[in-house]
C-alpha cells in the first residue's frame, strides 16, 4: 500500500514495539492510521476516524505497544468511540490483508 507524500497531513513517533518505531500518520482526508516501521516498510496496526481508535485497535493488534508521547487530558474513552470500532476494525483488517499480514 503505498501512501503519496502529497496526502500525508502529518506523521510522528509516537511510540515503540518489537523493537521498531511506531508512528502516527494523519491523512488530509481524515484518516488517521498507527503503523509500525520496520525494515523500509510499515505495518498498519490500527485506522481510524480519530486519533483515539486508530490507537485502540494499534493496541489490539499489537499489545506490547509502549507509547512513549504526551497527551494532553481530555482524551476520549472508549465509551466515547466504542459505536464505531466494528466498523474501523473492518477497514483495519482490510489494510493489514492488503499488506499481507
Request: with cysteine; proline share 5%; charged share 20%.
Amino acid at each position: 500500500m503505498v501512501l503519496p507524500a502529497s496526502q500525508i497531513a502529518s506523521r510522528e513517533r509516537v511510540g515503540t514495539a518489537r523493537g521498531h518505531s511506531v508512528l502516527a500518520i494523519h491523512m488530509i482526508g481524515g484518516l488517521h492510521l498507527i503503523a509500525l516501521q520496520k525494515d523500509g516498510s510499515w505495518e498498519t496496526l490500527g485506522a481510524g476516524s480519530h486519533p483515539a481508535v486508530a490507537r485502540h485497535l494499534a493496541q489490539r493488534n499489537c499489545p506490547d505497544i509502549v507509547w512513549d508521547e504526551l497527551k494532553k487530558s481530555g482524551q476520549p474513552t472508549y465509551a466515547d468511540f466504542a459505536d464505531l470500532l466494528p466498523e474501523w476494525e473492518r477497514v483495519t483488517q482490510e489494510l493489514r490483508k492488503i499488506q499481507g499480514l
